[in-house]
C-alpha cells in the first residue's frame, strides 16, 4: 500500500530533550516537506527537499533541522524543544517538486513540549 | 509573499444543503492551487485542483474554479453529506519556487442529519 508513515504519532517530552520524528514514503517520491498545524494558523511549511541532499526552509525553520539522506525518508530533528513547539506536525511527500503535484500526507504526529 | 485566506468557520450545515467556501490567494505569477481535505483524526488528502486560469478541479461532488480576475478558487458542493463532515484547506504552491507551499488556516465543516 502507498503511505507515508510517521514515528512517533505521539510524543510527550520536556524542554531541551532532543527528538527526531521519523517520515517514511514508499512511492519512490523525490519531494519531502514538514508542516506543523496549529489552531488559528492552519498549516505552516516547516522545511522541504526536492531530492535527496538537497534541502531548503520553508515559512517556519527555527528550532527545527532536516536530513535527507535516503530518498525514502525525510526525518525531523528539534535539537532543543520549546513549548512553543507544541503542535501537530504532518509530513508529506509528491512525485516530483513540480508545482502541480499533488501532496500525500502521513497520519500526524502530535507533540507535547512540557 | 504568498498568502491564503479562507473564509472564516466554524460552518454548520443540514444534509442536503448547498456549501460554498470561499477561498481568495495573493501570489506572484500563476500558481496551482489545491483544495485538501482532513478527516477527524487523519492526515490531509487531495480533494481537488486546478492547475491554470478557468480550470475547474471536480471530485466527489465538489468543484472549484480557478478564477485569476479575482484571484479566487471557493469550493462548492450541491448537496452535502454527514460523510463530508471534515476540515478543508485551500492550497497554492508557488510558481517562482517549486518546493514551497502555501495553505489557508482551514474552514471546519460540520453536516448535521
Known amino acids: 500500500e502507498a503511505q507515508v508513515t510517521q514515528n512517533p504519532r505521539y510524543l510527550i517530552t520536556v524542554t531541551g530533550k532532543k527528538l527526531t520524528v521519523t517520515c517514511s514514503q514508499n512511492m519512490n517520491h523525490e519531494y519531502m516537506s514538514w508542516y506543523r498545524q496549529d489552531p488559528g494558523l492552519g498549516l505552516r511549511q516547516i522545511y522541504y527537499?526536492?531530492?535527496?541532499?538537497?534541502?531548503d526552509k520553508g515559512d517556519v525553520p527555527e528550532g527545527y533541522k532536516v536530513s535527507r539522506k535516503e530518498k525514502r525518508n525525510f526525518p525531523l530533528i528539534l535539537e532543543s524543544p520549546s513549548p512553543n513547539q507544541t503542535s501537530l506536525y504532518f509530513c508529506?511527500?509528491?512525485?516530483?517538486?513540480?508545482?502541480?503535484?499533488?501532496?500525500?500526507f502521513g497520519p500526524g504526529t502530535r507533540l507535547t513540549v512540557l | 509573499g504568498n498568502s491564503v485566506t479562507q473564509m472564516e468557520g466554524p460552518v454548520t450545515l443540514s444534509e442536503e444543503a448547498f456549501l460554498t467556501i470561499n477561498c481568495t490567494y495573493t501570489?506572484?505569477?500563476?500558481?496551482?492551487l489545491f483544495w485538501y481535505v482532513q478527516y477527524p483524526g487523519e492526515g490531509l488528502q487531495l480533494l481537488l485542483k486546478?492547475?491554470?486560469?478557468?480550470d475547474k478541479g471536480s471530485n466527489k461532488g465538489f468543484e472549484a474554479t480557478y478564477r485569476k480576475e479575482t484571484t479566487s478558487f471557493h469550493l462548492e458542493k450541491g448537496s452535502v453529506q454527514v460523510s463530508d463532515s471534515a476540515v478543508y484547506f485551500c492550497a497554492l504552491s508557488d510558481p517562482t519556487n517549486a518546493g514551497k507551499s502555501t495553505f489557508g488556516d482551514g474552514t471546519t465543516l460540520t453536516v448535521k442529519p
Open positions: 486546478a492547475t491554470k486560469a478557468d
Open positions: 508529506a511527500s509528491s512525485l516530483g517538486a513540480g508545482e502541480v503535484d499533488t501532496q500525500y
Open positions: 501570489a506572484t505569477g500563476y500558481p496551482s
Open positions: 527537499s526536492m531530492n535527496v541532499e538537497v534541502t
